[in-house]
DNA sequence: AGAATCTAGTTGCACACGCAACATCCTTGG
DNA sequence: CCAAGGATGTTGCGTGTGCAACTAGATTCT
């Protein structure tokens, strides 16, 4: 089993490149969007989700759903996120256990100057290696990639995005 | 700056699905391989590549700039992997600074047993999800991507990868 | 040859993450 | 109406990660 790596192993060097250029992409626009914002990855992501919801405001189970954290990652990426003072947890009214997280003043005066940066940035980072079409194609193909995935972790396989609203995902 | 997102954001929105559909499909796929194998998804991507390299052996810079490890992580990464006596290091006649990672007969065995299972979760994990020429689209596409992003990290921006072997890369 | 510079790899440190256990609250069923 | 079960969010704990500083060996320049 040394180096025979029969055409089948090509779904396996496809979901390889994924990782590869997920973690590529990532390495590369980290720093410049903390040095330039101060938010990392994560922060970004949940600032985003929240940014683009009626009222600025978000579950937690919600938000934890929708970006790349478990409901305990995201506990702590909101604690730190309301110690720098751009969210804030509010109670939510129907059900006591529940929290919102809302988007202080702060919070999308710091997304305001920073989404532009990053969208330069990734734009430059991208630019000339994808024509339009194909990045429409990439953009489908992983919409639905992701979506099936998704609906393997929630068993019921239902609810997936909804298409108009196509999960935004500013980054992260 | 509250929900609008010009088609410029587009992009943007290719890169978060691509950050997702990385982070769900590594969600999915961690946890089976490390029942079935013991084995994280960094441990794994460092077994892959020596499986896949003459000699089953590897310097630690080429393995770290294969990887998704800094060369810090790497480091790390080896140390438990020699810590399970799945791979040894060894010293470079040539440079005594360098070492070579090199899987040793308990490491092939372990991914001789791995690998299949894995594949085959693959497999069943993405299965009608995508033609199979649209999953040699969407390989090209990433590989395209992948390798503009290593160029700017290298400075250099040259020696890419040798389209001959295609950065195999099993996975993470 | 000898000093300055560069590269390979490792380690101290701080930090972020996930899992599992938990407290709290809602919801069903008798 | 109260008990059993499900959901929401948080925390203790262990672990993995990257950055920056460091050691040691190569390389270049004068």
Same mark, same amino acid.
């Given at each position: 089993? $040394?180096?025979?790596?029969?055409? !089948?192993?090509e779904?396996?060097?496809?979901?390889?490149?994924?990782f590869? #250029?997920?973690?590529?992409?990532?390495?590369v626009?980290?720093?410049?969007? *903390?040095?330039?914002s101060?938010?990392?990855?994560?922060? =970004?992501?949940?600032?985003?989700? *929240?940014v683009?919801?009626?009222?600025?405001?978000l579950r937690?189970?919600?938000?934890?759903?929708?970006?790349?954290?478990?409901p #305990?990652?995201?506990?702590?990426s909101?604690?730190? *996120?309301?110690?720098?003072?751009?969210?804030?947890?509010? $109670?939510?009214?129907?059900?006591?256990?529940?929290? =919102?997280?809302?988007l202080?003043?702060?919070?999308?005066?710091?997304m305001?100057?920073a989404m532009p940066?990053h969208?330069?940035h990734?734009?430059?980072?991208?630019d000339?290696? *994808?024509?339009?079409?194909?990045?429409?194609?990439?953009?489908s193909?992983?919409?639905?990639?992701? !979506?099936?995935?998704r609906?393997l972790?929630? #068993?019921? $396989?239902?609810?997936?995005?909804? $298409?108009g609203?196509?999960?935004?995902?500013?980054l992260s």
């Amino acid at each position: 089993m $040394a180096g025979e790596q029969g055409r !089948d192993d090509e779904r396996v060097t496809t979901v390889g490149l994924l990782f590869e #250029s997920s973690a590529g992409l990532r390495r590369v626009l980290e720093p410049q969007l *903390l040095t330039d914002s101060g938010l990392s990855n994560h922060s =970004f992501d949940v600032l985003v989700r *929240l940014v683009r919801s009626p009222g600025f405001r978000l579950r937690m189970s919600e938000l934890a759903s929708q970006t790349t954290l478990t409901p #305990s990652g995201l506990t702590r990426s909101v604690d730190r *996120l309301e110690e720098s003072g751009m969210v804030a947890r509010e $109670a939510c009214p129907e059900d006591r256990r529940g929290a =919102f997280a809302v988007l202080t003043d702060k919070g999308q005066a710091v997304m305001a100057e920073a989404m532009p940066l990053h969208v330069a940035h990734i734009d430059e980072l991208l630019d000339g290696v *994808l024509t339009d079409e194909e990045e429409e194609t990439l953009a489908s193909m992983l919409r639905r990639i992701r !979506d099936h995935i998704r609906g393997l972790g929630h #068993s019921t $396989a239902c609810e997936e995005s909804e $298409a108009g609203v196509p999960m935004v995902s500013g980054l992260s």
